[in-house]
């Protein structure tokens, strides 16, 4: 276990010399905003090593000089929290990167798979995951936690060859190219508070009730970043909808509602929800933002729709490429009501090649959908 700058210094000077180290980490944020780094693990071919980041005098700074070394490929699974961490205490996104989750759906292993079940199908090992919900925090760690997270990157050394071999072979290389630009954009790990109404499912049918809603949420954001709690211990969702709704402008009015707490009203909480609450009205009625309103599909858009998901199925059996990478249900939508001009990824690049173009011409009528020898196939039309 690295415990001193030191070490980790020597360790990362090793780990640059290699052509991809396996990267993972082991959080809580259960209690907090922000997720509290607890372990570090990192692996090449011949280093292994763990990362105590709660030892008191370790600088993580020869870890985010290695996470921007150009030179090494830096291999996680399901980046995105991991991702986060680093942006967060390092201001540093791992580059050059690769998700061996999403190279996995691009070889057919499905949506999203779990990491102990792309181990076993790709290699002879086996994940133990007792360990996996512990408590990090605790130290000493035991040794069941301490094999458990090694394991977690020196298995990932051996998926990432497959994968990587896997992707050459079928000349899909550069198939991840979109997604791990999402990855790779610091915007994807710091919403800013603005824009955290986003993050809800609309349920306001008024412009002043989504301003509301765009104060509430942002007020509720920037406190939960700085007292770094959870965004619903701070107010939930279901509370931010009623306040949005009923729009209190005084204590009396705000203690009323179903959703607050007795006495909460009265906090500086409180005075900060009445506040937001009085910025939205302060908004001319001319400047609210109008309410978004799921579009009006064209009659036929459902049928399409339905005929644009077994299309999807058979790509997916023939391409061996999770579905989830090619086309969302709601792309299917834009696409069935809007044809060429729907602007959705399955129209460009490698996803047009395979997917796109087939359903342009389905939706043209140039092809059809028949079922014989008991599959469904899709058959160009004469003319």
């Not at 977690?152 to 497959?162: G, K, Q, S, W």
């Not at 969702?237 to 209190?248: G, K, M, R, T």
């Amino acid at each position: 276990m690295i415990t001193t700058t030191a070490a980790l210094t020597e360790a990362c000077e090793r780990l640059a010399r290699a052509s991809f180290v396996t990267v993972d980490t082991e959080f809580i944020r259960e209690t907090t905003f922000w997720p509290e780094l607890c372990l570090l693990q990192m692996a090449s071919d011949d280093l292994a090593v763990l990362v105590d980041p709660i030892a008191g005098d370790l600088d993580l700074t020869p870890f985010f000089a290695l996470m921007a070394d150009p030179d090494v490929v830096k291999v996680f699974h399901a980046a995105r929290q991991d991702l986060e961490i680093v942006w967060k205490l390092g201001e540093v996104i791992p580059a050059p990167l690769f998700d061996t989750q999403i190279a996995a759906m691009v070889c057919g292993f499905g949506d999203s798979i779990a990491y102990d079940q792309l181990v076993a199908r790709t290699t002879d090992g086996q994940i133990d995951k007792t360990s996996r919900f512990t408590d990090w925090r605790r130290r000493p760690l035991t040794q069941e936690q301490l094999d458990y997270a090694l394991a977690d990157v020196t298995h990932l050394r051996d998926v990432y060859r497959f994968l990587l071999s896997e992707l050459e072979r079928r000349g899909r290389d550069t198939w991840l190219a979109e997604e791990m630009a999402v990855l790779s954009d610091p915007a994807t790990y710091d919403l800013h508070p603005d824009d955290a109404w986003r993050r809800l499912k609309m349920r306001v049918r008024k412009p002043i009730e989504l301003q509301a809603l765009k104060e509430l949420a942002a007020w509720r954001e920037r406190e939960a970043r700085e007292t770094n709690r959870p965004r619903g211990r701070i107010l939930k969702d279901d509370a931010l909808f009623e306040i949005a709704q009923q729009q209190p402008r005084d204590e009396e009015a705000l203690s009323r509602l179903r959703t607050i707490p007795k006495g909460f009203e009265r906090s500086q909480a409180g005075r900060g929800i009445l506040a937001a609450i009085s910025r939205a009205h302060a908004v001319p009625k001319a400047e609210l933002p109008p309410v978004p309103r799921p579009p009006q599909l064209p009659e036929g858009t459902a049928a399409a729709v339905d005929f644009l998901k077994v299309l999807l199925r058979i790509i997916v059996e023939e391409e061996g490429v999770a579905a989830k990478m090619i086309a969302s249900g709601d792309d299917l939508e834009r696409l069935a009501a809007k044809g060429e001009e729907a602007d959705i990824p399955a129209l460009s690049g490698w996803r047009r090649e395979i997917f796109g173009q087939r359903a342009l011409q389905l939706l043209e009528g140039r092809t059809a959908l028949v079922f014989r020898d008991r599959k469904v196939e899709l058959v160009d039309l004469p003319g």
